[in-house]
């Protein structure tokens, strides 16, 4: 029996996986966007939504996104070395962000949890974030702070 509204149904409940950077939204409607694969990728407009989403990536394994995203000069060749843990990232919290007046740099401070093989990682940054040429904003570099 054809029953498109039952389908239907099943087809929103995959979209609305939660996205993992903790806004409450679906990953669709969130970070996704500008993930790889996604409909505006790398399109995040301000140094938050960039860092919410560099933060999806890692949970989500978009290295490749993770790289893009980061300016060139500081940029490492790979985010992890062969075999390396990774850390099982948990929470996101965005303790403040802010743009420049003119629109080409910002700073993002937060507080990330993950588990690792060695126990619990607290890693808090203030990440400093850049507007390129082109409009895209790439992660610069930032300063680990005490948890
Ligand atoms: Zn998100």
Request: charged share 30%; with cysteine.
């Amino acid at each position: 029996m054809n029953n498109p509204r039952k389908k239907k149904g099943r087809r929103e409940a995959a979209d609305a996986s939660l996205c993992p950077c903790g806004s409450g939204l679906a990953l669709s409607a969130c970070c996704g966007r500008w993930l790889s694969g996604g409909t505006s990728p790398l399109g995040a407009p301000d140094p938050l939504s960039l860092m919410r989403s560099r933060y999806a990536a890692y949970v989500l394994g978009d290295d490749a996104y993770v790289l893009a995203t980061w300016a060139p000069e500081t940029r490492p060749r790979d985010l992890f070395a062969p075999g390396e843990p990774r850390p099982k990232w948990m929470s996101l919290k965005i303790l403040e962000s802010g743009t420049a007046p003119d629109g080409r740099a910002g700073e993002v401070e937060f507080l990330a949890i993950a588990r690792t093989p060695q126990g619990a990682l607290r890693m808090r940054e203030r990440s400093r974030f850049r507007r390129e040429p082109d409009g895209r904003w790439v992660y610069v570099d930032g300063d680990q702070l005490d948890p």
